[in-house]
């Protein structure tokens, strides 16, 4: 079936760039997306990349797709106390449903 | 613009009872789901609807029943609660990607629910 893989925990030093890695196992998928998660609230989309690119960037976010190899990935720059979150990988799978990750928990270092 | 709206947003069960979980949304969105959250288990998703009348199952159906009659409304039922079923209940709606959106889903602010 489907199923999207993430690491559950990274910790990176404010100002780094934290880089957040995703696989999934759905070839067909068109869209494939990146979820933040604050504390106590529920999920926002932060940024999405469709199937025939291999990287979109949106001011400090940069998504990088590789489809042969079906891994996503997630690149914040220059990263602020106000990123500590939940990031949440997904994909649009078979018969249109949207299948999640389990999250990865960003944790920032002063 | 309420956007989604998931009621109530705490229930405390005990095991056997039933309930609902009531979710709306006014955008005109096809696509409508049940998320359930749980430590280190990320997101899984439990029934999700593409139209009205047309319901499907997720990844965790079982000891939940949805029903989809209109556009806004998409109803997630237990019909007999178990400790197991303790978790946060996500709602969320989205257009469908085929008619040039991009799937974006539009979340409810959760339900935490807790069965004893």
């Known amino acids: 079936g489907e199923d999207v893989e993430q690491s559950l925990f990274l910790s990176v030093r404010e100002g780094d760039s934290s880089v957040i890695n995703c696989t999934y196992t759905d070839s067909s998928s068109t869209y494939l997306y990146w979820y933040k998660q604050e504390p106590g609230a529920g999920l926002q989309l932060l940024t999405y990349i469709f199937s025939n690119m291999d990287m979109k960037q949106d001011q400090r976010l940069t998504v990088l797709l590789n489809k042969k190899d079906k891994h996503l990935s997630l690149r914040i720059a220059d990263t602020q106390t106000g990123d500590s979150a939940i990031y949440f990988c997904a994909e649009i799978a078979g018969d249109d449903k949207i299948i999640f990750g389990k999250g990865t928990r960003l944790h920032i270092l002063p | 613009n309420a956007g989604v709206t998931q009621t109530p947003k705490f229930q405390v069960l005990k095991t056997g009872q039933s309930m609902t979980l009531q979710c709306a949304q006014d955008?005109?969105?096809?696509?409508m789901s049940w998320y359930r959250q749980d430590p280190g288990m990320g997101l899984r998703l439990i029934h999700y609807?593409?139209?009205?009348?047309?319901?499907d199952q997720g990844e965790v159906p079982n000891g939940y029943n949805v029903s989809r009659s209109t556009t806004e409304d998409f109803p997630l039922r237990l019909l007999s609660a178990a400790p197991s079923q303790t978790s946060v209940y996500f709602c969320?709606?989205?257009?469908?990607?085929?008619?040039?959106?991009?799937?974006?889903?539009?979340f409810g602010e959760g339900s935490r629910l807790t069965v004893l």
């Open positions: 955008m005109n969105h096809e696509y």
């Open positions: 609807s593409v139209g009205a009348g047309i319901t």
């Open positions: 969320a709606s989205s257009y469908l990607p085929d008619r040039g959106y991009d799937g974006e889903l539009f």
